[in-house]
Protein backbone atom coordinates (compact mmCIF):
# COMPACT_ATOMS: atom_id res chain seq x y z
CA UNK A 1 0.00 0.00 0.00
CA UNK A 2 1.39 3.77 -0.75
CA UNK A 3 4.25 2.22 -3.31
CA UNK A 4 3.29 3.19 -6.88
CA UNK A 5 4.17 0.30 -9.72
CA UNK A 6 6.04 2.99 -11.91
CA UNK A 7 6.93 6.42 -10.37
CA UNK A 8 8.01 9.68 -12.49
CA UNK A 9 11.38 9.94 -11.80
CA UNK A 10 13.33 13.49 -10.30
CA UNK A 11 16.27 13.56 -13.17
CA UNK A 12 18.55 14.92 -10.14
CA UNK A 13 22.21 13.12 -9.76
CA UNK A 14 23.17 12.26 -6.00
CA UNK A 15 26.01 14.91 -5.87
CA UNK A 16 22.83 17.59 -7.02
CA UNK A 17 21.06 15.83 -4.52
CA UNK A 18 23.65 16.80 -2.01
CA UNK A 19 23.31 20.27 -2.79
CA UNK A 20 19.79 20.23 -2.24
CA UNK A 21 20.14 18.80 1.49
CA UNK A 22 22.12 21.33 1.77
CA UNK A 23 19.92 23.74 0.92
CA UNK A 24 16.91 21.89 2.98
CA UNK A 25 18.71 20.45 5.97
CA UNK A 26 21.93 23.06 6.37
CA UNK A 27 22.28 22.22 10.23
CA UNK A 28 21.25 18.36 10.07
CA UNK A 29 23.80 15.99 10.63
CA UNK A 30 24.84 13.80 7.63
CA UNK A 31 28.30 12.07 8.98
CA UNK A 32 28.52 11.04 12.30
CA UNK A 33 31.73 9.70 12.56
CA UNK A 34 32.49 8.51 16.17
CA UNK A 35 31.07 11.05 17.21
CA UNK A 36 32.34 13.55 15.03
CA UNK A 37 28.98 15.28 13.61
CA UNK A 38 29.14 16.92 10.29
CA UNK A 39 26.30 18.56 9.22
CA UNK A 40 24.86 18.57 5.59
CA UNK A 41 26.01 22.39 5.24
CA UNK A 42 29.84 21.12 6.19
CA UNK A 43 29.69 18.73 4.00
CA UNK A 44 28.59 20.33 0.72
CA UNK A 45 31.41 22.67 1.54
CA UNK A 46 33.96 19.86 1.75
CA UNK A 47 32.81 17.90 -1.41
CA UNK A 48 33.09 21.68 -3.22
CA UNK A 49 37.00 21.65 -2.03
CA UNK A 50 37.98 18.23 -3.12
CA UNK A 51 36.20 18.63 -6.23
CA UNK A 52 38.27 21.62 -6.79
CA UNK A 53 41.64 20.01 -5.46
CA UNK A 54 40.55 17.14 -7.89
CA UNK A 55 40.43 19.77 -11.77
CA UNK A 56 43.80 21.48 -10.03
CA UNK A 57 45.30 17.87 -10.45
CA UNK A 58 44.28 17.60 -13.55
CA UNK A 59 41.25 15.59 -13.09
CA UNK A 60 38.23 16.23 -16.36
CA UNK A 61 34.62 14.73 -16.93
CA UNK A 62 34.85 11.32 -18.07
CA UNK A 63 38.34 10.51 -16.40
CA UNK A 64 38.56 8.01 -13.87
CA UNK A 65 39.25 8.08 -10.07
CA UNK A 66 40.03 5.28 -7.66
CA UNK A 67 38.32 5.53 -4.42
CA UNK A 68 39.94 2.68 -1.81
CA UNK A 69 38.92 3.62 1.48
CA UNK A 70 36.67 1.94 4.74
CA UNK A 71 34.14 3.82 6.38
CA UNK A 72 35.29 7.23 6.93
CA UNK A 73 34.04 10.74 6.32
CA UNK A 74 36.78 10.75 3.68
CA UNK A 75 34.73 8.05 0.93
CA UNK A 76 31.75 10.28 0.93
CA UNK A 77 33.51 13.49 0.60
CA UNK A 78 36.04 11.58 -2.26
CA UNK A 79 32.67 10.33 -4.23
CA UNK A 80 30.52 13.02 -4.41
CA UNK A 81 33.55 15.38 -5.25
CA UNK A 82 34.24 13.06 -8.01
CA UNK A 83 30.62 13.13 -9.20
CA UNK A 84 30.14 16.72 -8.96
CA UNK A 85 33.34 17.30 -11.66
CA UNK A 86 31.45 14.96 -14.10
CA UNK A 87 34.04 12.58 -13.34
CA UNK A 88 33.57 8.55 -12.91
CA UNK A 89 34.57 7.33 -9.43
CA UNK A 90 36.12 3.79 -8.83
CA UNK A 91 35.53 1.97 -5.98
CA UNK A 92 38.15 -0.52 -4.84
CA UNK A 93 38.35 -2.56 -1.77
CA UNK A 94 41.25 -1.21 0.99
CA UNK A 95 41.48 -4.87 1.95
CA UNK A 96 43.44 -6.17 -1.27
CA UNK A 97 46.34 -6.92 -1.93
CA UNK A 98 48.46 -5.85 -4.24
CA UNK A 99 47.68 -8.17 -6.86
CA UNK A 100 44.25 -7.27 -6.47
CA UNK A 101 44.75 -3.89 -6.12
CA UNK A 102 46.78 -3.48 -9.47
CA UNK A 103 44.26 -5.28 -11.05
CA UNK A 104 41.26 -3.18 -10.56
CA UNK A 105 42.69 0.26 -10.99
CA UNK A 106 44.88 -0.80 -14.23
CA UNK A 107 41.61 -2.56 -15.71
CA UNK A 108 39.75 0.80 -14.79
CA UNK A 109 41.85 3.31 -16.47
CA UNK A 110 42.40 5.29 -13.49
CA UNK A 111 44.27 8.04 -13.48
CA UNK A 112 44.30 9.10 -9.61
CA UNK A 113 43.70 7.23 -6.77
CA UNK A 114 42.31 8.43 -2.85
CA UNK A 115 43.40 6.12 -0.12
CA UNK A 116 44.35 5.74 3.60
CA UNK A 117 47.98 6.81 4.25
CA UNK A 118 48.84 2.96 5.56
CA UNK A 119 48.51 2.16 1.89
CA UNK A 120 50.12 4.86 0.42
CA UNK A 121 53.56 2.61 -0.06
CA UNK A 122 51.65 -0.22 -1.46
CA UNK A 123 50.06 1.94 -4.12
CA UNK A 124 53.51 3.78 -4.91
CA UNK A 125 54.64 -0.12 -5.76
CA UNK A 126 51.73 -0.77 -8.24
CA UNK A 127 51.83 2.84 -9.46
CA UNK A 128 54.16 1.29 -12.26
CA UNK A 129 51.83 -1.37 -13.20
CA UNK A 130 48.31 1.17 -13.47
CA UNK A 131 48.06 4.30 -15.20
CA UNK A 132 48.18 6.29 -11.90
CA UNK A 133 49.06 9.85 -11.98
CA UNK A 134 48.83 10.81 -8.43
CA UNK A 135 48.06 9.19 -4.99
CA UNK A 136 46.08 11.28 -2.10
CA UNK A 137 46.61 9.82 1.63
CA UNK A 138 43.61 10.43 4.19
CA UNK A 139 44.68 10.38 7.82
CA UNK A 140 42.24 8.06 10.03
CA UNK A 141 42.36 10.81 12.18
CA UNK A 142 41.22 13.66 10.37
CA UNK A 143 37.73 14.08 11.18
CA UNK A 144 38.18 12.36 14.73
CA UNK A 145 36.15 14.45 17.98
CA UNK A 146 38.72 13.29 20.11
CA UNK A 147 42.96 13.98 19.80
CA UNK A 148 45.00 11.09 17.90
CA UNK A 149 46.68 10.03 21.23
CA UNK A 150 42.99 8.75 21.95
CA UNK A 151 43.13 6.31 18.74
CA UNK A 152 45.16 3.96 18.95
CA UNK A 153 43.51 2.49 21.81
CA UNK A 154 40.92 1.66 18.86
CA UNK A 155 43.39 0.97 16.14
CA UNK A 156 46.78 -0.27 15.52
CA UNK A 157 48.98 2.34 15.71
CA UNK A 158 50.60 1.11 12.68
CA UNK A 159 47.66 2.11 10.75
CA UNK A 160 48.62 5.60 11.29
CA UNK A 161 51.35 6.93 8.74
CA UNK A 162 52.62 10.32 8.26
CA UNK A 163 52.83 11.40 5.08
CA UNK A 164 55.41 13.99 3.12
CA UNK A 165 53.44 15.35 0.08
CA UNK A 166 55.36 15.53 -3.03
CA UNK A 167 54.62 16.22 -6.92
CA UNK A 168 52.57 13.29 -7.03
CA UNK A 169 51.76 12.22 -3.44
CA UNK A 170 49.19 14.67 -1.64
CA UNK A 171 47.27 14.90 1.32
CA UNK A 172 43.54 14.78 1.41
CA UNK A 173 43.34 17.13 4.83
CA UNK A 174 46.35 20.02 3.26
CA UNK A 175 43.99 20.26 -0.44
CA UNK A 176 40.66 21.01 1.49
CA UNK A 177 42.16 23.41 3.23
CA UNK A 178 43.74 24.64 0.37
CA UNK A 179 41.09 25.12 -1.83
CA UNK A 180 37.76 27.33 -1.80
CA UNK A 181 34.28 25.45 -0.63
CA UNK A 182 32.14 28.06 -2.37
CA UNK A 183 29.14 26.94 -4.42
CA UNK A 184 30.29 25.65 -8.15
CA UNK A 185 28.79 24.35 -11.10
CA UNK A 186 27.82 20.71 -10.80
CA UNK A 187 28.63 18.92 -14.20
CA UNK A 188 26.99 15.68 -13.17
CA UNK A 189 25.06 14.71 -16.03
CA UNK A 190 21.77 11.93 -16.02
CA UNK A 191 22.95 10.36 -18.63
CA UNK A 192 26.47 9.71 -18.42
CA UNK A 193 29.07 7.03 -16.24
CA UNK A 194 29.21 8.11 -12.87
CA UNK A 195 30.74 5.05 -11.50
CA UNK A 196 32.29 1.98 -11.28
CA UNK A 197 31.89 -0.59 -9.39
CA UNK A 198 33.67 -4.00 -9.52
CA UNK A 199 32.04 -8.02 -9.53
CA UNK A 200 33.27 -11.34 -10.35
CA UNK A 201 29.94 -11.80 -11.97
CA UNK A 202 29.04 -15.62 -12.53
CA UNK A 203 32.40 -17.04 -13.08
CA UNK A 204 36.16 -15.97 -13.80
CA UNK A 205 37.74 -12.32 -13.38
CA UNK A 206 36.87 -9.23 -11.70
CA UNK A 207 34.20 -7.15 -13.95
CA UNK A 208 34.14 -3.16 -13.84
CA UNK A 209 30.38 -2.63 -13.61
CA UNK A 210 29.16 0.72 -15.28
CA UNK A 211 26.98 2.49 -14.04
CA UNK A 212 24.96 6.14 -14.71
CA UNK A 213 24.19 8.62 -12.72
CA UNK A 214 20.63 7.98 -13.57
CA UNK A 215 21.18 4.32 -12.71
CA UNK A 216 22.30 5.41 -9.21
CA UNK A 217 19.49 7.67 -9.11
CA UNK A 218 16.86 5.99 -10.15
CA UNK A 219 17.32 3.15 -8.22
CA UNK A 220 17.67 5.52 -4.99
CA UNK A 221 14.56 6.84 -5.66
CA UNK A 222 12.82 2.95 -5.78
CA UNK A 223 14.14 2.51 -2.88
CA UNK A 224 12.97 5.56 -0.87
CA UNK A 225 9.51 4.86 -2.62
CA UNK A 226 9.67 1.59 -1.05
CA UNK A 227 9.00 3.40 2.60
CA UNK A 228 6.47 5.78 2.59
CA UNK A 229 6.03 6.85 5.38
CA UNK A 230 9.65 7.42 6.13
CA UNK A 231 10.33 11.28 5.55
CA UNK A 232 13.45 13.47 4.31
CA UNK A 233 15.80 14.88 7.28
CA UNK A 234 14.42 12.49 10.04
CA UNK A 235 16.21 9.20 9.84
CA UNK A 236 19.25 7.63 11.19
CA UNK A 237 21.16 4.70 9.77
CA UNK A 238 23.90 2.71 10.81
CA UNK A 239 26.70 2.36 7.85
CA UNK A 240 27.37 -1.16 8.66
CA UNK A 241 27.67 -1.75 4.53
CA UNK A 242 31.01 -0.86 2.97
CA UNK A 243 30.93 2.30 0.73
CA UNK A 244 33.12 0.46 -1.76
CA UNK A 245 30.37 -2.33 -2.10
CA UNK A 246 27.51 -1.62 -3.98
CA UNK A 247 25.19 -2.18 -1.22
CA UNK A 248 26.64 0.42 1.01
CA UNK A 249 27.54 2.71 -1.99
CA UNK A 250 23.50 2.96 -2.47
CA UNK A 251 22.17 2.92 0.70
CA UNK A 252 25.02 4.46 3.02
CA UNK A 253 26.14 6.91 0.93
CA UNK A 254 23.59 7.89 -2.07
CA UNK A 255 20.17 6.88 -0.49
CA UNK A 256 21.36 8.92 2.47
CA UNK A 257 22.35 11.95 0.41
CA UNK A 258 19.20 12.17 -1.04
CA UNK A 259 16.90 11.83 1.90
CA UNK A 260 18.98 14.36 4.02
CA UNK A 261 19.14 11.27 7.01
CA UNK A 262 21.80 11.34 9.15
CA UNK A 263 25.00 8.40 8.25
CA UNK A 264 26.64 6.74 11.51
CA UNK A 265 30.04 5.56 9.60
CA UNK A 266 31.08 2.22 10.76
CA UNK A 267 34.52 1.75 9.48
CA UNK A 268 34.78 -1.58 11.34
CA UNK A 269 31.41 -3.46 11.00
CA UNK A 270 30.84 -5.60 14.63
CA UNK A 271 28.19 -6.67 16.97
CA UNK A 272 30.00 -4.61 19.69
CA UNK A 273 30.63 -1.64 17.87
CA UNK A 274 26.97 -1.56 16.85
CA UNK A 275 25.97 -1.95 20.36
CA UNK A 276 28.11 0.96 21.35
CA UNK A 277 26.00 2.93 18.56
CA UNK A 278 23.04 1.76 19.48
CA UNK A 279 23.11 3.22 23.36
CA UNK A 280 24.80 6.62 22.14
CA UNK A 281 23.35 7.74 18.81
CA UNK A 282 19.78 5.99 18.63
CA UNK A 283 19.62 4.68 14.89
CA UNK A 284 16.60 4.57 13.56
CA UNK A 285 17.38 2.06 10.63
CA UNK A 286 20.10 -1.09 10.81
CA UNK A 287 21.57 -2.46 8.22
CA UNK A 288 23.86 -5.49 8.09
CA UNK A 289 24.80 -9.23 6.96
CA UNK A 290 23.39 -12.16 8.42
CA UNK A 291 26.38 -12.26 10.68
CA UNK A 292 26.18 -9.10 12.40
CA UNK A 293 22.54 -10.13 13.28
CA UNK A 294 23.56 -13.08 14.44
CA UNK A 295 26.33 -11.52 16.46
CA UNK A 296 23.89 -9.33 17.72
CA UNK A 297 21.64 -11.57 19.42
CA UNK A 298 24.23 -13.74 20.54
CA UNK A 299 25.27 -11.04 23.00
CA UNK A 300 23.13 -10.74 25.91
CA UNK A 301 24.59 -6.49 25.47
CA UNK A 302 22.37 -6.16 23.04
CA UNK A 303 19.23 -7.86 24.48
CA UNK A 304 19.43 -5.43 26.90
CA UNK A 305 19.70 -2.57 25.33
CA UNK A 306 16.74 0.27 24.75
CA UNK A 307 16.30 -0.78 21.68
CA UNK A 308 12.52 1.27 20.48
CA UNK A 309 14.69 3.47 18.40
CA UNK A 310 14.94 1.13 15.79
CA UNK A 311 12.36 1.05 12.47
CA UNK A 312 13.90 -1.32 10.81
CA UNK A 313 16.35 -4.08 9.53
CA UNK A 314 17.50 -3.98 5.97
CA UNK A 315 19.53 -7.57 5.42
CA UNK A 316 21.70 -8.35 2.00
CA UNK A 317 24.00 -10.50 0.59
CA UNK A 318 23.19 -14.13 2.18
CA UNK A 319 19.72 -15.74 3.44
CA UNK A 320 18.73 -14.97 6.88
CA UNK A 321 17.59 -17.76 8.84
CA UNK A 322 13.62 -17.61 9.97
CA UNK A 323 14.73 -17.85 13.91
CA UNK A 324 17.40 -14.43 13.59
CA UNK A 325 14.28 -12.72 11.77
CA UNK A 326 11.93 -14.03 14.09
CA UNK A 327 13.86 -13.12 17.28
CA UNK A 328 14.64 -9.69 16.32
CA UNK A 329 11.37 -9.08 15.79
CA UNK A 330 10.40 -10.25 19.20
CA UNK A 331 13.05 -8.51 20.47
CA UNK A 332 12.74 -4.83 18.85
CA UNK A 333 9.11 -5.32 17.53
CA UNK A 334 10.89 -3.38 14.15
CA UNK A 335 10.86 -5.22 10.60
CA UNK A 336 13.25 -7.41 9.01
CA UNK A 337 13.86 -6.13 4.83
CA UNK A 338 15.69 -8.71 2.66
CA UNK A 339 16.85 -7.02 -0.19
CA UNK A 340 17.98 -9.02 -3.15
CA UNK A 341 19.75 -7.82 -6.68
CA UNK A 342 23.44 -7.00 -7.44
CA UNK A 343 26.21 -5.03 -8.40
CA UNK A 344 24.79 -4.93 -12.22
CA UNK A 345 21.17 -3.51 -10.57
CA UNK A 346 23.07 -0.72 -8.38
CA UNK A 347 21.78 -3.10 -6.53
CA UNK A 348 17.95 -3.45 -5.37
CA UNK A 349 15.67 -5.40 -7.41
CA UNK A 350 13.52 -6.49 -5.03
CA UNK A 351 13.18 -5.93 -0.73
CA UNK A 352 10.43 -7.27 0.94
CA UNK A 353 7.22 -5.52 1.33
CA UNK A 354 7.47 -2.67 4.56
CA UNK A 355 4.42 -3.24 6.71
CA UNK A 356 3.64 -6.22 4.58
CA UNK A 357 4.29 -9.80 5.06
CA UNK A 358 7.09 -11.52 6.00
CA UNK A 359 8.31 -14.81 4.58
CA UNK A 360 11.29 -16.53 5.69
CA UNK A 361 13.44 -17.83 2.77
CA UNK A 362 12.25 -15.13 0.15
CA UNK A 363 13.58 -11.68 -0.49
CA UNK A 364 10.12 -9.67 -0.99
CA UNK A 365 8.89 -8.45 -4.63
CA UNK A 366 10.16 -6.15 -7.04
CA UNK A 367 10.80 -2.58 -6.49
CA UNK A 368 8.66 -0.28 -8.60
CA UNK A 369 9.26 0.08 -13.01
CA UNK A 370 11.59 -3.51 -12.11
CA UNK A 371 10.26 -6.46 -14.11
CA UNK A 372 11.15 -10.01 -12.94
CA UNK A 373 11.02 -13.03 -14.79
CA UNK A 374 12.24 -16.65 -14.69
CA UNK A 375 13.57 -18.54 -17.36
CA UNK A 376 14.79 -21.78 -18.13
CA UNK A 377 18.31 -22.09 -17.29
CA UNK A 378 19.13 -24.10 -21.03
CA UNK A 379 16.23 -22.22 -22.95
CA UNK A 380 16.34 -18.28 -21.84
CA UNK A 381 13.26 -17.57 -24.31
CA UNK A 382 11.09 -20.07 -22.31
CA UNK A 383 9.47 -18.45 -19.70
CA UNK A 384 8.51 -20.81 -16.53
CA UNK A 385 5.60 -20.33 -14.80
CA UNK A 386 4.93 -19.86 -10.42
CA UNK A 387 6.91 -21.96 -8.55
CA UNK A 388 9.42 -23.35 -10.85
CA UNK A 389 13.13 -22.62 -10.62
CA UNK A 390 15.08 -20.78 -13.41
CA UNK A 391 17.20 -18.03 -13.94
CA UNK A 392 16.08 -14.80 -12.68
CA UNK A 393 16.06 -12.10 -15.35
CA UNK A 394 15.26 -8.48 -14.39
CA UNK A 395 14.60 -4.89 -16.20
CA UNK A 396 14.55 -1.85 -14.71
CA UNK A 397 16.12 1.54 -15.05
CA UNK A 398 18.42 0.58 -12.20
CA UNK A 399 19.58 -2.00 -14.69
CA UNK A 400 24.05 -1.08 -16.04
CA UNK A 401 25.07 -0.41 -19.37
CA UNK A 402 27.77 -2.79 -19.11
CA UNK A 403 30.91 -4.08 -18.26
CA UNK A 404 33.89 -1.82 -18.83
CA UNK A 405 35.82 -2.62 -21.70
CA UNK A 406 34.20 -6.29 -21.90
CA UNK A 407 31.77 -6.22 -24.30
CA UNK A 408 31.95 -10.08 -25.11
CA UNK A 409 31.14 -10.30 -21.45
CA UNK A 410 28.59 -7.70 -21.76
CA UNK A 411 26.53 -9.78 -24.34
CA UNK A 412 26.44 -12.40 -22.74
CA UNK A 413 24.25 -10.92 -19.64
CA UNK A 414 22.19 -8.08 -21.34
CA UNK A 415 19.84 -8.84 -23.67
CA UNK A 416 16.82 -6.55 -25.29
CA UNK A 417 17.20 -4.63 -22.06
CA UNK A 418 17.31 -7.37 -19.62
CA UNK A 419 19.85 -8.53 -17.25
CA UNK A 420 20.56 -12.06 -16.88
CA UNK A 421 21.31 -12.68 -13.22
CA UNK A 422 23.24 -16.53 -13.25
CA UNK A 423 21.17 -16.47 -10.43
CA UNK A 424 18.41 -19.68 -10.04
CA UNK A 425 15.04 -18.71 -8.01
CA UNK A 426 11.34 -19.07 -8.55
CA UNK A 427 8.16 -17.01 -7.73
CA UNK A 428 5.48 -17.92 -4.95
CA UNK A 429 2.30 -17.88 -5.39
CA UNK A 430 2.19 -14.24 -3.85
CA UNK A 431 4.89 -13.03 -6.02
CA UNK A 432 7.66 -13.59 -3.97
CA UNK A 433 10.87 -14.35 -4.79
CA UNK A 434 13.36 -17.31 -3.67
CA UNK A 435 16.54 -17.76 -3.99
CA UNK A 436 17.23 -21.17 -5.09
CA UNK A 437 20.67 -21.29 -5.76
CA UNK A 438 23.30 -18.85 -6.40
CA UNK A 439 25.76 -17.74 -9.24
CA UNK A 440 27.57 -20.65 -10.24
CA UNK A 441 30.04 -21.55 -7.74
CA UNK A 442 30.34 -18.28 -6.24
CA UNK A 443 30.91 -18.74 -1.90
CA UNK A 444 29.30 -16.02 0.00
CA UNK A 445 30.86 -15.83 3.61
CA UNK A 446 30.65 -13.25 6.02
CA UNK A 447 28.16 -11.23 3.18
CA UNK A 448 31.25 -10.95 0.85
CA UNK A 449 31.10 -13.03 -2.78
CA UNK A 450 33.93 -15.11 -3.48
CA UNK A 451 34.90 -16.59 -6.88
CA UNK A 452 36.55 -19.86 -6.17
CA UNK A 453 38.06 -19.12 -9.75
CA UNK A 454 40.66 -16.60 -8.65
CA UNK A 455 41.28 -18.57 -5.49
CA UNK A 456 42.32 -21.29 -7.64
CA UNK A 457 44.35 -19.32 -9.40
CA UNK A 458 46.36 -18.13 -6.63
CA UNK A 459 46.67 -21.54 -5.19
CA UNK A 460 47.88 -22.89 -8.98
CA UNK A 461 50.76 -19.99 -8.63
CA UNK A 462 52.30 -21.64 -5.77
CA UNK A 463 55.58 -24.30 -6.77
CA UNK A 464 54.50 -26.85 -4.83
CA UNK A 465 51.08 -27.26 -5.61
CA UNK A 466 49.70 -29.43 -8.89
CA UNK A 467 46.32 -28.88 -8.64
CA UNK A 468 43.42 -27.05 -6.44
CA UNK A 469 40.08 -26.25 -6.27
CA UNK A 470 37.92 -24.21 -3.39
CA UNK A 471 34.31 -24.58 -2.81
CA UNK A 472 32.09 -22.62 0.04
CA UNK A 473 31.00 -25.15 3.26
CA UNK A 474 28.63 -24.29 5.36
CA UNK A 475 29.50 -22.09 8.57
CA UNK A 476 27.12 -21.13 11.53
CA UNK A 477 29.00 -17.89 11.55
CA UNK A 478 29.86 -16.73 8.52
CA UNK A 479 27.13 -18.61 6.95
CA UNK A 480 29.96 -19.79 4.15
CA UNK A 481 33.47 -20.42 4.52
CA UNK A 482 35.97 -20.84 2.58
CA UNK A 483 37.46 -24.69 2.00
CA UNK A 484 40.54 -25.76 -0.50
CA UNK A 485 41.32 -28.80 -1.71
CA UNK A 486 45.13 -29.33 -2.48
CA UNK A 487 47.23 -31.94 -4.53
CA UNK A 488 51.05 -31.44 -3.57
CA UNK A 489 53.75 -32.19 -6.79
CA UNK A 490 55.05 -35.80 -6.38
CA UNK A 491 58.00 -35.80 -3.80
CA UNK A 492 57.23 -32.08 -2.56
CA UNK A 493 55.36 -31.99 1.08
CA UNK A 494 53.38 -28.71 1.98
CA UNK A 495 51.22 -28.28 5.48
CA UNK A 496 48.39 -26.69 5.69
CA UNK A 497 50.08 -23.30 7.68
CA UNK A 498 52.21 -22.68 4.38
CA UNK A 499 49.10 -22.71 2.08
CA UNK A 500 47.64 -20.21 4.48
CA UNK A 501 50.63 -18.20 4.56
CA UNK A 502 51.05 -18.02 1.35
CA UNK A 503 47.20 -16.98 0.63
CA UNK A 504 47.69 -14.64 3.10
CA UNK A 505 50.14 -12.57 1.24
CA UNK A 506 48.14 -13.36 -2.44
CA UNK A 507 44.08 -12.76 -1.14
CA UNK A 508 42.24 -10.18 0.90
CA UNK A 509 41.47 -11.85 4.49
CA UNK A 510 38.25 -12.67 4.52
CA UNK A 511 39.20 -14.88 0.89
CA UNK A 512 41.81 -17.11 2.61
CA UNK A 513 40.68 -20.63 2.78
CA UNK A 514 39.61 -21.31 6.73
CA UNK A 515 40.27 -25.41 5.65
CA UNK A 516 42.80 -27.16 4.42
CA UNK A 517 42.34 -30.53 2.75
CA UNK A 518 45.02 -32.26 0.80
CA UNK A 519 43.56 -35.16 -1.82
CA UNK A 520 45.46 -37.16 -4.01
CA UNK A 521 43.27 -36.37 -6.91
CA UNK A 522 40.58 -34.01 -7.46
CA UNK A 523 37.31 -35.28 -9.57
CA UNK A 524 37.31 -34.19 -13.46
CA UNK A 525 34.96 -34.81 -16.48
CA UNK A 526 35.76 -36.73 -19.59
CA UNK A 527 37.65 -34.13 -21.24
CA UNK A 528 39.93 -33.14 -17.77
CA UNK A 529 37.34 -30.37 -16.39
CA UNK A 530 37.67 -29.90 -12.66
CA UNK A 531 34.15 -31.06 -11.01
CA UNK A 532 33.74 -28.72 -8.47
CA UNK A 533 30.17 -29.51 -7.75
CA UNK A 534 31.11 -33.12 -7.29
CA UNK A 535 33.26 -31.87 -4.30
CA UNK A 536 30.59 -29.94 -3.01
CA UNK A 537 28.28 -32.81 -3.06
CA UNK A 538 31.33 -35.07 -1.21
CA UNK A 539 31.19 -32.11 1.15
CA UNK A 540 27.63 -32.46 1.92
CA UNK A 541 27.79 -35.75 2.37
CA UNK A 542 30.05 -35.65 5.12
CA UNK A 543 27.33 -33.47 7.21
CA UNK A 544 24.54 -36.17 6.62
Known amino acids: PGVPKTLVYEKTTISQALARSANSYSNSTALNYMGKLITYFELDRLVNSFARALQALGIQPGDKVAVCLPNIPQVIIANLAVFRIGAVTVQVNPLYTERELAYQINDSDARLVVTLTLLIPRMEKIKPQTKLEKIIGCHINTFLPFPKKQLFPLVKKSMYRKVVPTENVKVFKDLIATYSSAPMEDLSQWDQLGALLYTGGTTGVSKGVMLTHANLS???????????????????????????????????????????????????????????????????????????????????????????????????????????????????????????????????????????????????????????????????????????????VIKGPQIMQGYYKKPEETEKVLKDGWFYSGDVGCFDEDGYLKIVDRKKDMIIAGGYNIYPVELDGVLFDHPKILEAATIGVRDAYRGETVKAFVVVKEGETLTEQEVSDYCRENLAAYKVPKIIEFIDELPKSAVGKILRRKLVELEEAKTK
Open 218 to 392: CNVQQFVAWFPDLKPGQERLVGNFPVFHVAGFTAVQNMITWQGWEDILVPRPEPAINIEIIKKYKPTFLPGVPTIFVGLLADPGFRNLDLTSIKGFFSGAAPLAADTIRDLEDLTGAMMCEVYGSTETAPVATVTPWGGTIKPGTVGVPVPDTDVKIVDTSDPDKELPLGEPGEI
